[in-house]
């Protein structure tokens, strides 16, 4: 009833092509944007925006990050955590060695680090496919970290490689609160995922999605394959990169290369399943699904708990939230497996006809 | 409407063939010579040579496995053949690449649907006139200024191919969600959009009932009619290939046993043979 787009008359292509077609949809963004800028950066606790928020918002940076390479261009990758790690190294080291650069321009040289990374890492791609090019990925997952622990030089000779970001100035403004902190994710985050859109709606999205599903069909239409699957790397690395950078400098402050393994690797990989592959909105629902998720159940049981007046022994809460935890990702990839993304969707064509059968 | 040097002819009765073969048949644009492959100890091809004219409807017929595929795949770089050469459009090539074959305008259909199956049918189309666009990485990811203006003006292309091929109503429908007879009909709308010059279609109309391939025979005279496009088929219908094209080229093990227009191939010994099997 409300999500209708009757009389909605599109009368040019430009119309047509627009981010959002449907009315409501625009509505819907704007919203969203107002309380994510406005509201809460007013009204959220610091414990919510620096335990909960940014990291989500981060996390859906990378996971948009390996959705590009894996959910569009078809190649499967565990290096995320370590082209992460590039960043967060990369942008750490722009800051400390070159004086007055300005930290955005790191934030960006890190991800071009991370881009170059990537393109060198991607050349096994041109040769072998889906899990025979994971596990050559992994090769990147192993090598880099153990790099940035062993050659010391990327840490500032700092104990086992720990890394501690300076602090954020953008023209002598410091991002030095949780809310001021907050608002750079936010707007570095909603610009990238503007600029994700932008490029699966335009010509080297259509051709990501080409190579990934068929390559022959791709390669006689004139798109050079080669070109395309590095280009997905690099734009892949970068954001895994920027992702990286503000991982450090916006939400820890202080990190180690060991912290950037493979158990982060996997958990974007299960934010982008999760999500739906090949969805810019998926990428959001994936990280949210997987870290604000647990915080969430563990809040609830452990009040639950309280509020029945059972006495539970300690840590039965925390084991019990894996469990449901666990219990709800096999639920939802039964209901569908591929992602939350579609779920909406399917929501959305079921929502055009509501309340009428018809 | 026809633009060549000739004038258009006066419009036939259906029956005496669906166009007059003195249409706009130009010179040769496309020279296969003598052309091998082989795949270990299989030979694939076998010697082959023939040629296209421009703007004809040339078929490549023959039994199952006699290598009609994989001649298509030879002319637009899928396959290096090990010997031979092809010429299109005055230039030489001992092997072709898919990408240069592609710029050369040359495009084709698959036999089993090769299409973007995640993807909608205004994408895939859309795809197909990648060679078409220009704008860099940056304009794309902001879409702005070259970017936009690109995707607008090669939408309305696209749109005109949509129009053409009666697939307005799906436009936005992922493909893989199509029936099978729309699915072909969308490949071929995909090759097109790169408004190809020389157009290989793998068994268009494979698998079609009666109607389907009526719409499909249409569409292939209509694009040689209207876009003056060289057209080289494989089909296995043989009404189709004796109405609608000018010559055919039979193939057999590999070999070439039969070249010339329809009727010559229909009385060919060596032809007959292959098809019906002769005694031993």
């Known amino acids: ?358 | 409407m026809t633009s060549g040097p000739h004038p258009s002819p006066p419009p036939s009765v259906m029956g005496e063939g669906v166009h007059s073969p003195a249409r706009r048949i130009g010179d040769t644009m496309l020279s296969v010579d003598n052309i091998s492959l082989a795949f270990g100890g299989v030979k694939a091809l076998t010697d082959i040579s023939f040629d296209v004219r421009e703007h004809e409807i040339r078929a490549i017929i023959g039994p199952n496995g006699a290598g009609k595929s994989s001649m298509l795949n030879c002319i637009n770089g899928v396959y290096t053949p090990q010997q031979g050469r092809i010429r299109f459009d005055g230039q030489t090539f001992t092997s072709m690449d898919p990408h240069k074959a592609a710029t050369m305008g040359i495009a084709r259909t698959f036999q089993n649907i090769a299409l973007f199956k995640g993807m909608s049918v205004l994408d895939n189309l859309m795809t197909g006139r990648n060679l078409k666009m220009r704008a860099n990485l940056l304009a794309q990811a902001f879409y702005v200024g070259p970017n936009r203006r690109e995707e607008l003006e090669q939408r309305e292309k696209v749109e005109q191919i949509i129009d053409f091929l009666q697939i307005e109503s799906v436009r936005k429908v992922p493909v893989g969600r199509l029936p099978y007879g729309v699915q072909k009909r969308v490949e071929l709308g995909r090759a097109l959009a790169a408004e190809p010059r020389l157009l290989l279609l793998d068994e268009p109309m494979a698998g079609m009932n009666i109607e389907e391939k009526q719409d499909m025979c249409r569409f292939v005279l209509d694009v040689n009619d209207e876009f003056g496009t060289t057209i080289v088929l494989i089909e296995h219908d043989m009404g189709v290939v004796m109405d609608i094209s000018d010559r055919v080229v039979v193939l057999d093990y590999g070999k070439k046993i039969g070249d010339g227009t329809p009727d010559e191939v229909r009385s060919n010994q060596a032809v007959i043979d292959a098809y019906l099997g002769v005694a031993h």
């Open chain 1, 1 to 358: 009833m409300l999500y209708r787009e009757s009389g909605q008359f599109k009368t040019t292509y430009a119309a047509d092509q627009q981010l959002f077609p449907i009315r409501q949809d625009r509505y819907a963004i704007g919203l969203l944007l107002a309380v994510a800028f406005v509201v809460i950066p007013l009204f959220a606790s610091s414990y919510w925006l620096t335990a909960l928020l940014i990291p989500f918002l981060v996390f859906a940076l990378a996971t948009l990050g390996l959705n590009i390479l894996t959910g569009y261009a078809g190649q499967l990758s565990l290096g995320t955590a370590a082209f992460m790690a590039v960043g967060a190294v990369a942008a750490y080291n722009f800051q400390l060695r070159i004086p007055g650069m300005p930290i955005l321009v790191s934030f960006i040289l890190g991800g071009l680090t991370a881009a170059l990374i990537g393109i060198a890492f991607g050349l096994p791609s041109l040769r072998i496919k889906g899990f025979y090019l994971a596990v050559a990925t992994l090769a990147a997952q192993f090598f880099i970290p153990w790099l940035l622990v062993k050659v010391s030089w990327f840490s500032n000779n700092s104990a086992s490689g720990v890394i501690t970001a300076q602090p954020i100035e953008i023209l002598g403004f410091a991002f030095d609160s949780p809310p001021r902190k907050y608002l750079l994710v936010l707007t570095i985050v909603a610009l990238m995922a503007l600029a994700a859109k932008n490029m699966v709606r335009s010509s080297i999205g259509r051709a990501w999605m080409a190579v990934r599903d068929m390559d022959v069909a791709a390669e006689v239409i004139g798109i050079r394959i080669m070109r395309t699957k590095l280009i997905a790397f690099a734009v892949s690395s970068f954001y895994c990169g920027v992702a990286g950078a503000l991982y450090a400098f916006a939400y820890l402050g202080s990190v180690e290369p060991d912290g950037f393994n493979l158990d982060l690797s996997f958990r974007i990989l299960f934010m982008v399943i999760i999500g739906g592959a090949g969805s810019i909105l998926g990428s959001f629902l994936g990280a949210a699904f997987i870290t604000l998720l647990p915080i969430f159940l563990d809040v609830l049981l452990t009040e639950g708990a309280a509020a029945l007046n059972l006495n539970l022994p300690s840590g039965m809460t925390s084991m019990a939230q894996l469990v449901v935890f666990g219990a709800l990702i096999i639920f939802f990839l039964i209901v569908e497996p591929h992602g939350l993304a579609r779920l909406w969707q399917i929501l959305k064509e079921k929502l055009r006809l509501w309340p009428f059968p018809h």
